[in-house]
């Protein structure tokens, strides 16, 4: 059983590279890790990733950090949209904000950076 | 290169599972602590009553659960129907858009009662939205709409009983049952009757204050989901069946029908229901989704009011398909469709035949543009064709802008257009010996014209702190200007109704000054201060709306302790309202004995109610209306004399039986 599931994961996982390198989905699902606090930081990021020609929804999640998009690839990529995100101060999994732009954050959206 | 891609299938809809099913989960009211809500970053003027604020009066129909909210008026019961009427920025339901689940529910036979044919209990949650509404249920909104959404079967408990009794001998029992049936599938039944048995009569007319009545009402519901492929389905079944008597204490209905020797009245509905409703969300694009509702229900009432017969059936058909999706991102999203309207009227007043059929098609655009922040609007237009009104559109507006923190601007703008059933919506007046006279015969509706109406609306919300705890205040005016106006004219005559196009001008101007606040934690005070100037042009000269106060007052105050282990908790609602002056209709002319001043006194009117909540399952309740025991004085005009030329029992501008006290238990299977 376990092994079976293992396969499949594997399977997908493989599956889901082809397909990326085939076919660019224009509802493509895409999360990514964002740093920020509280609501103001969830405007925020929000508007700066549907800023980005190509994001159709996004959605931040306070709790967790992870922040939820639906995008048109043929227009737009992960690594485009995560820059437009640290530009607006706010780190994400592989670009980080200019030390510039993280202070002209509120005071109280000043997350801790790692 | 097959199985890959079929796991990789696997793969998406695993994932999609949990994201439909949040999608989905939106639509539904999460149970919180508030009761009364309101945005500040939805563009319309929106309020949301969920269950919880639903329960502060022991509201026993949908006309009764506005008592404890500023923004809608409830009237009081008259003597004839016991059915409150209900009054948004001044206008009476007529010119408000009522729906059921965003279907349209109170409209054409049912205007008058309707509201009465939803129990309490089967509510989930209200929204009122004040000014012009959304184009997508149709074009005959004017000052407002109220949507209701019932419990859902999905999240609905296994059994629920509410029992209320009360002094004005009035008893109800409701009764819900839910299953789920399998992961997909689950059914709610819902069975209300409620009863008046005995005749009360405190003012001492000769004449019941509220009428007997009796009311069997059963809804079989059915929801389908499956968050996976992204589908939503309801199914509902309705029976209601209502009768009500009333009229001089000694009046026999199977001795003194159709005679002079009492005068008497009843009212006996009958109504079917069935409607449909099928909502797909794309599993990948849960930002666009298809709904399409059916509806079709059969109204039959059967009445006379003394010598006055009235019968109304009305059978109607309801369709309306909506796609809802987004340009470019969520920052514009529209909605758009068609709908359909089929009714076909089968109706007779004393020997005159007003039959008809009625039918629409449209088609409507709802652009909305959200900035994510601070802006927001929504510009929706309709185009109709109507086989009385002809063709036309109905241009809708509104607007948001929050220009600091806690503070929200809003607009909005619009034109309804509709064709008023003069005989269904004024139908109390045929209980008194005046004359219908119709002064038009060119239009298309009882010789008359559609009614048109513009509105316009801007209010301004402050959230704030004040000693470290919450509070609001906002205001907001809203003007209703008719270009035309079916006149339903009682100034002229007491002896006489006369109907009419509008010859000049009809306004309404409505101005509301709200101030709410948490005196300490679970102790919230609201209150509101509302100016009416509603005026129309009638022959005889430009009056107030008869039976409207120009000034009101409203204030709430709701304790409730902490819940202790178990759930035990106390809850205290006390709710006051203070009415000023009403313009009446003209009695001038009538023997002084049956002649009213030409305004009524202003008066108070306190309820209380009290909760004790033993468990989570099990609470009871009890509660007072109009404690402070008001009640008008001559209601019935020449009841001496019943079928004599000055009888007239439509006059109702305050409370008609005086103090009332109620009990009633809560229980439920979790």
């Known amino acids: ?114 | 290169m097959q199985k890959q891609i079929s796991i990789l299938l696997l793969f998406f809809f695993c994932a999609f599972n949990s994201f439909a099913q949040d999608t989905l989960q939106e639509i539904k009211v999460r149970g919180n602590s508030k009761s009364l809500k309101k945005s500040y970053s939805v563009t319309a003027n929106t309020t949301v009553l969920t269950s919880k604020e639903l329960l502060k009066a022991a509201c026993c129909n949908l006309a009764e659960s506005f008592e404890t909210n500023p923004s809608i008026d409830v009237n009081f019961s008259d003597a004839l129907t016991g059915t409150k009427q209900i009054k948004m920025l001044g206008l009476t339901s007529p010119y408000l858009m009522i729906t059921e689940e965003n279907i349209p529910s109170v409209r054409g036979a049912s205007q008058a009662y309707g509201l009465s044919f939803t129990p309490g209990t089967w509510v989930e949650s209200i929204q009122i939205t004040k000014g012009a509404g959304s184009v997508v249920n149709g074009f005959e909104s004017i000052s407002g709409q109220i949507n209701t959404e019932l419990i859902k079967p999905i999240s609905d408990i296994p059994f629920f009983l509410n029992a209320y009794g009360s002094t004005d001998s009035r008893f109800e029992l409701n009764a819900h049952f839910n299953k789920k049936i399998s992961d997909k599938w689950s059914s709610s039944l819902f069975a209300h009757g409620n009863t008046r048995v005995s005749k009360n009569d405190m003012n001492d007319d000769g004449f019941l204050d509220n009428p007997l009545a009796k009311q069997i009402n059963v809804l079989n519901r059915w929801q389908y989901t499956n968050a996976e492929k992204g589908w939503v389905s309801f199914i509902n079944f309705r029976y209601m069946n209502d009768k009500k008597q009333t009229g001089e204490l000694n009046f026999d209905p199977n001795r003194d029908k159709g005679t002079t020797n009492y005068w008497g009245s009843e009212i006996n509905t009958e109504r079917f229901d069935v409607s449909t409703k099928l909502g797909y969300v794309f599993p990948d694009m849960p930002y666009q989704s298809i709904g399409f509702q059916n509806a079709f229900n059969s109204h039959d009432q059967n009445s006379y009011f003394g010598l006055n017969l009235y019968n109304i059936k009305q059978k109607s058909y309801y369709s309306n398909l909506i796609f809802n999706s987004i340009i470019n991102n969520t920052k514009h999203k529209f909605s758009t469709g068609l709908n359909f309207t089929y009714d076909k009227y089968g109706e007779f007043v004393n020997a005159n035949d007003y039959s008809r059929i009625d039918n629409s098609v449209g088609a409507f655009f709802e652009y909305t543009y959200d900035n994510t922040d601070n802006f927001s609007v929504v510009f929706g237009g309709r185009i109709d064709n109507h086989n009385r009104l002809g063709t036309f559109a109905t241009p809708r507006l509104h607007v948001r802008y929050n220009p600091w923190e806690k503070g929200v601007l809003r607009f909005s703008a619009g034109r309804g257009k509709r064709s008023a059933n003069v005989f269904a919506e004024n139908q109390q007046l045929l209980a008194s010996s005046k004359t219908f006279d119709f002064l038009n015969t060119n239009g298309k509706i009882y010789g008359l014209n559609p009614e048109i109406a513009w509105n316009y609306g801007l209010s301004f919300i402050q959230g704030f702190l004040l000693f470290g705890k919450s509070a609001d205040v906002g205001f907001d005016f809203y003007r209703t200007d008719f270009q035309n106006q079916a006149v339903v004219d009682v100034m002229q005559s007491p002896q006489q109704v006369l109907f009419y196009n509008l010859d000049g001008k009809s306004y309404a101007n409505s101005l509301q000054v709200e101030f709410n606040y948490e005196l300490k934690k679970h102790f919230n005070l609201r209150t509101a201060y509302k100016f009416y100037d509603i005026q129309t042009d009638y022959l005889s000269g430009t009056y107030q709306r008869p039976l409207q106060a120009k000034h009101r007052f409203f204030g709430n105050l709701g304790y409730e302790t902490h819940i202790l282990d178990k759930g035990k908790q106390w809850k205290f609602d006390y709710t006051f309202n203070w009415l000023g002056k009403q313009q009446l209709p003209n009695t001038s002319t009538n023997p002084v004995e049956d002649r009213l001043p030409e305004f009524s006194p202003s008066f108070s009117v306190m309820n209380i109610q009290v909760t004790r909540t033993f468990s989570s399952t099990f609470e009871i309740y009890i509660g007072g209306e109009n404690i402070g025991n008001y009640k008008q004085d001559n209601v019935i005009l020449g009841n001496e004399n019943p079928f004599g030329p000055t009888f007239d029992a439509s006059i109702v501008y305050g409370p008609v039986f005086g103090q009332m006290y109620y009990a009633g238990l809560r229980f439920k299977i979790k």
């Open chain 1, 1 to 114: 059983m376990m092994k079976n599931i293992i396969v499949v994961l594997l399977l997908t996982f493989v599956g889901f590279t082809a397909q990326a390198q085939e076919v660019k989905n224009k509802n493509a699902k895409v999360e990514f890790h964002v740093s920020g606090n509280c609501e103001m930081c969830k405007k925020r990021i929000e508007k700066a990733a549907l800023s980005v020609s190509g994001v159709k929804s996004a959605d931040w999640h306070m709790d967790c950090g992870t922040l939820y998009l639906i995008t048109n690839e043929q227009k737009t990529d992960v690594l485009t949209i995560q820059k437009a995100i640290a530009k607006v101060g706010h780190d994400t999994d592989e670009v980080k904000a200019l030390k510039e732009d993280y202070e002209k954050l509120h005071t109280c959206c000043r997350y801790e950076r790692k």
